[in-house]
């Protein structure tokens, strides 16, 4: 059987040193920082253990039984090879030295699963990374799980609600950052002392960045671990990127005008586009959640996964997207790899073993929010290629220019699937899906023009999904689950090698006590029209959400949606410099600022080279502090000039803190829309 393959990167660590040359060691020379290692120093553990997983929604506990555990100390370099021992235990790893990248090749044959490499560390470093983070963009003091995991702990979400109903609303609050999951984990990250780092590993692992040493702590041997040298953070991502895979261009339709987000029908599409129509808002697409059928819950207006079109919301689909395109608007949907317990596509998958089991092998049935579910095994071959094809038959073939591949980090670890032991695939589970998702398109000839978003995501993904998304935030300014989080999710991705992300204008998670208001709406839209889709989310309870159509928040929004869609020239220029150079189109502010405070900051953003975005992120606030680089800048619908340094702004509601770069190749398009 052959089994659906995944690309890890563009190329493997020793092919790339065969293109570089590699530079042979001698005992004298020293490794550069952070592999620094010195004869005699403990640079590895090694050990065996015995892991218990506890999963539930999504969150996996993981507790080891340690049987045992050697530190090993470097004793020999023989040129390439590095002899670590311990008693009568030796070990010998490969270390492939170039002047821009090292990387250490372990043993296949090392017969333990709990591997640990000691690097140098230095108090004063910065470290930002390990895929998407939410609650902190410095990392250092810090252990990061490599995980990828559900984001929103039931736990974290009732201990908010008792806490703000006890002490009331403080979006400053922070939790412990040990409460940390994520949707996109990944094994790499960018140091302020002109380094990125990436293992190449699928197990869970986690990275402890102590004050003086970094503990780089694995679940199984890793392949490599590779380090780029470079003083300058964007060429370091742009060998990550290289090195990982870059993102598949957005289509060129989608910065035509705001995404849409509609559910109820296709009534209800065509009485919103009516709206945005008389307030001169323009539209690139709708999407639909709820395309193959609605379920109303105590979580609230969800979807039914059974991923065929609903004829009672959506008559005629084929049809209704064939005028739709007439009038200039695409029509995008929802999928995942899940299947409702109960539905016919899910009897379909139990008859023809396709869903992932239990030891017992039973099907595994998970609970997300308030039903049962079971999830396709994208392991199996035939089970994969039959999910593939109705992708195709039931979504692209009947007119979609595109969806959100929402979920894929949901594996339990104690699953069974086609290719094995569930703890080994977890990581990698996302990245499959994304690959089903590519192969779809790609399949129909149609990837200039049908795209897809992902919200889960490991090493390799980048090579298949066009965008991610920072997942479902709440609908609230809170720093660690609400807009301000979304931004820093933006960054962290940004240098973890992701070019292209967004978040749901607005937010999605409403539960409890929540509910969006128009300013959080205006504050999000502010920021999310300089990203590369300017897509709404209703929320999982629309009714008690602001939406476009709010009466205070519309006129913002039709000025913004204009302001997007004029916008598109230099969002497809840093669109398109991002798949030369492999260098982010949001980036964070230490691309451009060589002082390693700018590490510290994650409350702005740059947009390509010639943009600074200072978003309002606190509520109630008209007043910010703004880092810009060197050069002169000016602000966008102002005109006020500025130079290198900080500066306190006001920010009005409804407006943008944009700084154009004087003398960008743009400059007369921004002139011209600052006189619009």
Known sequence: MILPCVTRWKKSPVILMKNFGVLRMSTSKKLPYPLDFVIGQTALILGQAVPHYRTRRGITRIRDRVVQSKRLTLVQIDGEIFTFSAGDLKVSLRVLVHTDMTTILFPETLAFNRITLLLSGTPDECIVGCGEQFSTLNLKGLTVPIWVSEHHALGKLVGKFVRERIRGVNPSHRRPYAAHHTYYAQPTYL????????????????????????????????????????????YLVAALSDYLGRQPPLPEWVHEGAILAVQGGMDAVMEKLAVTKLHDSPVSAVWTQDWSGALHTRFGAQVLWHWRVDETLYPKLDQQIATLKELGVRLLGYVNPYLRKGTPLCDEAIQRGFLVRKRSGKPYWFVSTTFKAGMIDLTHPQAYQWFKTHIQTEMIDVGFSGWMADFGEYLPPDA???????????????VIWAKLNREAIDERGLRDTVFFFSRAGYTGITAYTNSLWTGDQHVDFSEDDGLPSALRAMLSMAASGVGVSHSDIGGYTTIFHMRRSPELFIRWAEMAVFTPLFRTHEGNRPPVNAQFDHPDVLPHFARLSRLHKALKPYLRHGLNQYQKTGIPVIRPMFFAIQDPQSWLVDTQFMVGDDMVVAPILKPGETQRDCVLPEGRWWRLFTGHSHDLGTHVIEVALGETACFIREGSDFEPLFKRLSES
């Open 191 to 234: 140091s302020s002392k002109g380094y990125a780092l990436h293992a190449d590993v699928d197990s869970y692992a986690a990275f402890t960045f102590h004050p003086t040493e970094t503990h780089l702590h694995f679940h199984s041997v890793p392949k490599s671990v590779t380090v780029f040298h470079a003083k300058n953070p964007q």
């Open 416 to 430: 069974v699937v086609y290719a094995g032991q569930g703890a080994l695939w977890h990581n990698r589970w996302p």
